[in-house]
């Protein structure tokens, strides 16, 4: 069983930057691709970025490329999402999320933190 557990979000205004942490517990963390997902109030889900679990490839939400960085410490359990340049538009709740997919709908995601609150004002 792996818990996620997401720390970083808040408010910033537009231009500004905040890093996001995801740690993790329980064994295996390094097998598993780790994700960014977003959702705000009437919107689908979408993903922000991913990277696998080697740290080799990642994938990025075509919103979201140049500005965002994804990143993994497997010797610490922790995968960071570094967010410059934010835009009102990325106001959402994030989630963290570690499995065995590579999906930019989530699905093959098999453990998911609660999220964390982003609000980016202009």
């Known amino acids: 069983q792996v818990q996620l557990g997401e720390s970083g979000g808040g408010s910033v205004q537009a231009g500004g930057s905040l890093r996001l942490s995801c740690t993790t517990s329980g064994r295996f963390f390094s097998n598993y691709a780790m994700g960014w997902f977003r959702q705000s109030p009437g919107k689908e889900r979408e993903l922000v970025a991913a990277?696998?679990?080697?740290?080799?490839?990642?994938l990025y939400g075509d919103s979201v490329k140049g500005r965002f960085t994804i990143s993994r410490d497997n010797a610490r359990n922790t995968a960071s999402l570094q967010m410059n340049s934010l835009k009102p538009e990325d106001t959402a709740v994030y989630y963290c999320?570690?499995?065995?997919?590579?999906?930019?709908?989530?699905?093959?995601?098999?453990?998911w933190g609660q999220g964390t609150q982003v609000t980016v004002s202009s």
């Open positions: 990277i696998t679990w080697n740290g080799i490839s990642t």
């Open positions: 999320a570690a499995g065995y997919g590579w999906t930019k709908d989530g699905s093959g995601y098999d453990y």
